[in-house]
């Protein structure tokens, strides 16, 4: 059916955990489905080689990963010859108010403009507390802002606030739309 890249830039893993459940849910719908960091030159080597590419990053100091804009700024291009999509990982995408939703929006609309790519397919995930990873600096700084957030403050242990099922619908969603795309000039094929 075909090859989907699933490229991605991850600080303390929650987004490589959701790149690789994505993948699983691609490769269930009969794709091949290569994941990859976006640090690591087989992600940029692999876009060539994909009918379709996805590309996930996480949100920290209110900035996506400069991996990732890199990444894209250098592939933009190839990306949009493809069937394409992003994903962006959040604290604030787990928060269920009002500020937190025009934050989420701010975080896409800043993506977007930066980078000057229009994905064809979005979504936004909350992510993860992985106290377990910050040094001591961080885990002060994380444990304040959840205080205001989820209000999930004991450092002893990590939180995921990952809806997994809106994950694998967005993974389904994307299947359908390359799906859709198979023999069209954005399928790759000649017009
Ligand atoms: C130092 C730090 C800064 C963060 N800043 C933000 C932020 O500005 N807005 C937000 O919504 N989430 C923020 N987060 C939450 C992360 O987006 C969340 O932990 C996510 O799961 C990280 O994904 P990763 O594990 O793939 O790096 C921050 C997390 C850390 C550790």
Do not use: C
């Amino acid at each position: 059916m075909g090859t989907i890249l699933v490229a991605y830039g991850s600080k303390e893993g929650q987004t490589e955990k959701i790149a690789g459940r994505i993948a699983m849910a691609l490769a269930a719908h009969g794709y091949d489905v290569r994941t990859e960091s976006v640090t690591d030159d087989a992600a940029g080597e692999a876009v060539a080689d994909a009918d379709a590419v996805l590309v996930g990053s996480s949100i920290h100091m209110g900035a996506h990963s400069k991996q990732v804009y890199a990444f894209v700024r250098e592939y933009r291009e190839d990306i949009e010859a493809r069937p394409n999509g992003f994903f962006q990982v959040s604290l604030s995408s787990a928060l269920d108010d009002e500020d937190a939703r025009a934050e989420v929006a701010t975080y896409i609309d800043e993506f977007v403009e930066e980078s000057g790519w229009h994905p064809e397919r979005m979504a936004a995930f909350g992510g993860a507390l992985r106290y377990s990873e910050y040094g001591f600096l961080t885990r002060m700084v994380m444990k304040r802002i959840a205080k205001g957030a989820t209000g999930d403050t004991d450092a002893s242990r990590d939180y995921e606030y990952t809806d997994w099922d809106e994950v694998e619908t967005f993974a389904a969603d994307f299947a359908d739309f390359v799906d859709s795309t198979a023999g069209t000039a954005a399928g790759g094929a000649a017009v």
